[in-house]
Each structure stands twice: as structure tokens, then as C-alpha cells.
């Protein structure tokens, strides 16, 4: 869900920011599926991201495109954590994630 948030808010911002002639309607139909394709692959997103400005696509069609792209990808990584890695070790790596971010938190903070 946080993929789909952050490409819709990237589709509002970015075709707002980068003035660019946009593309034809024909081209626009077919960028969200571009979208979610290269959201399937490990391959960088930074593509999508620059033909942005240009496709202009609708930010919530665009950022449910992103979601249901990366979504098999991320499903994948979790299940391959859980065949993987013994419980006692996925429990100390999330609380030493936990403990690291709090730290940083609290850096953060005092600056």
C-alpha cells in the first residue's frame, strides 16, 4: 500500500513540477501497465519515474497499478524470509531494526 501511496503522490508531484508536452491518450493507457510491470521486476523503477512527467497517468490509477506490481514481488521476499531463517533469528533481526530506528529516532530529535 505505501508503493501505491508514494506513486500516486509522485504522479501529482512530478507532472506538476516538470513541465513537459503530454503524451496522447493511447500512450497513457498503456503506461499503468508498463507501471506494474516494471514494478514485477527487480529492475530500478527510476524509468517509470522519468517518463512520469510526459505519460501524466491518474494518480490513483496509477498508484493501484504500482501497489498490485510491487505486491507478488513483496509477497515473494516474505515467504522466502519465513522458509529461510529460523524464528529466534527473524525475531532478533526485527528488534534489532526496531532498536536501531529508535536510535536514529532519537538522534534525529536532538538535532
Known sequence: MCAGLGAALDAVVLTRLVLV???????????C???ALMALTVLPFTAVRVALP???????????????????????????WQLATPLWIALAVAALA???G??????????
Open 21 to 31: 508536452r503530454s503524451a496522447s491518450g493511447s500512450r497513457r493507457r498503456w503506461f
Open 98 to 100: 526496531a532498536w536501531g
Open 54 to 80: 510526459r505519460a501524466r497517468p491518474h494518480p490513483l490509477g496509477f498508484g493501484v497499478a504500482v501497489a498490485a506490481g510491487h505486491l507478488p514481488k513483496y509477497l515473494l521476499m516474505v515467504r522466502l
Open 33 to 35: 501497465l508498463w507501471a
Open 102 to 111: 529508535s536510535r536514529l529516532w532519537r538522534l534525529h530529535i536532538r538535532s
